[in-house]
């Protein structure tokens, strides 16, 4: 076993971690799925309101790779479909049948999943709308079916603050892990990796066959990309393919029980709530369903994902299909009058602005307040300091500003994803989203071929 230690980045000293406790949450009666959660799809419905749907329904293709469907997460009517601005579909609401009606497939034990032919297994997860749980790099986006990755890297462990904990989450899971790394192995041959954290207990040691690799260290030893970095670099002309350790789960449940999984589970985190910890839930369960009776009073932002990745919902909204954290942080509206000038004893600093970093170990209640406008862009040298890849990120950044795609190449994007920059936006001086920017340098470069 490969072991790697990250000494480049940050660990937010945030309260508001999840409790290590898990509660089963009654079943909702209403469910939805949001083709936005899906990088780079242009979706084409295949039901409208009033159709009843059974659990495995195709809701929805990508007319881009018409095999790759979007199903449902219950069985019910489609009471909604709302959408946004040039018709774009932003959510599609299920009421949930009291007696749910499910789509059948066929089942496998571990023996005989091992005897399938790879496209097989693949086209019953293009069937089951599970196949958008794999992903490519670069770019982030759903797997094509023309791809020929040379390596598969699932992930289990998640360094972001007050993150959910892979190894609790799906204690007991071992055995579907094993079983949904068997059914990958049978696809994408055997250069399968298998990332955990320093401290895993053991729940993704069943899986047989695979790379295993250990990672310790600050945010970001915990995302993919740091992975593919240090372990199988990926270099012009190739890809690779990323899955979470919860959605090897999902395929192998899929597989063993025929049916489409429908329960996770997701961490509550965060100080802008009552209460925090496991929540057995329904996929595609409305937020409202979590959140609604931990959340404390006064305007509170409520985040589908993790802090620095996660998409700001309403609470009427629903739990990303990636997502399996839930974070409310306090909102406030009102300036702090003289903010820079006071000690900051009980304010976090990445640099040595206020005395708190005097104070080792000591963690913060954050909200969402910026401290601060937008700026020009000052050339710190801080970026280097948190992004754990072999690249020049302020350069970078510049590069993808002036969209100059041949510059962009020679830095390194294609090796990049939006996340691996999310601690530069919470650093930066100068308050610029970099993420955000190389999200939209990504998208250039894909564009362009």
Not at 186 to 198: A, F, L, W
Not at 233 to 260: H, L, T, Y
Not at 312 to 335: A, Q, S
Not at 361 to 375: A, E, M, Q, V
Request: net charge negative; with cysteine.
């Amino acid at each position: 076993m490969a072991t790697f230690h990250i000494k480049k980045g940050y660990t937010i000293p945030m309260q508001g971690e999840p409790e290590k406790k898990k509660v089963v949450l009654d079943s909702p009666k209403t469910l939805g799925i949001c083709p936005t959660d899906f990088k780079g799809i242009k979706p084409k419905l295949t039901v409208k309101e009033q159709d009843k749907v059974k659990v495995g329904t195709p809701l929805f293709f990508d007319k881009m790779q018409p095999e790759v469907q979007f199903t449902s997460p219950a069985g019910g009517t489609v009471s909604a479909i709302n959408f946004g601005p040039r018709r774009k579909v932003l959510e599609i609401v299920i009421t949930v049948d009291e007696d749910e009606a499910f789509e059948d497939f066929p089942q496998y034990t571990k023996e005989t999943l091992q005897a399938q032919e790879g496209a097989t297994l693949r086209d019953a997860l293009l069937k089951a709308g599970l196949w958008p749980l794999i992903r490519r790099r670069p770019f982030n986006t759903i797997a094509r079916l023309e791809d020929s990755p040379k390596a598969l890297f699932i992930n289990c462990m998640d360094t972001a603050p007050i993150a959910a904990d892979p190894d609790f989450a799906l204690e007991g899971k071992g055995e579907l892990f094993a079983m949904g790394v068997a059914a990958m192995k049978q696809i994408v041959g055997d250069s399968v990796h298998v990332v955990t954290g320093k401290d895993s207990k053991g729940v993704f040691d069943q899986a047989e066959g695979v790379h295993s690799h250990q990672f310790s260290g600050k945010h970001p030893a915990g995302l993919v990309g740091t992975h593919i970095a240090k372990i199988d670099p990926i270099n012009k002309g190739e890809c690779v393919w990323v899955m979470n350790a919860r959605d090897v789960v999902s395929i192998g449940s899929f597989f063993q029980s025929g049916r489409f999984p429908i329960h996770r589970v997701v961490a509550l985190s965060g100080t802008g709530v009552s209460g925090t910890g496991y929540f057995e839930v329904r996929a595609g369960t409305q937020l409202k369903d979590l959140v609604g009776p931990f959340l404390q009073k006064g305007p509170q932002r409520i985040i589908s994902g993790d802090v620095l990745m996660g998409t700001g919902r309403k609470v009427e909204g629903f739990l990303g299909t990636y997502h399996h954290t839930v974070t409310v942080l306090p909102e406030p509206t009102e300036k702090q009058f003289l903010g820079w000038f006071m000690p900051g004893f009980d304010r976090p600093s990445f640099t040595r602005t206020f005395l708190s970093r005097l104070i080792p170990g000591k963690t913060f209640k954050f909200d969402t307040n910026l401290n601060g406008g937008h700026r020009a862009m000052v050339q710190s040298g801080l970026y280097e300091d948190v992004v754990a890849l072999d690249v020049m990120p302020e350069f970078l950044v510049k590069a993808v500003l002036c969209q100059d795609i041949e510059l962009m190449e020679q830095l390194g994007i294609l090796e990049c994803d939006e996340e691996d920059f999310t601690l530069c936006s919470y650093i930066c001086p100068s308050k610029m989203e970099i993420s955000s920017i190389i999200a939209e340098g990504l998208e250039l470069m894909e564009k362009e071929g």
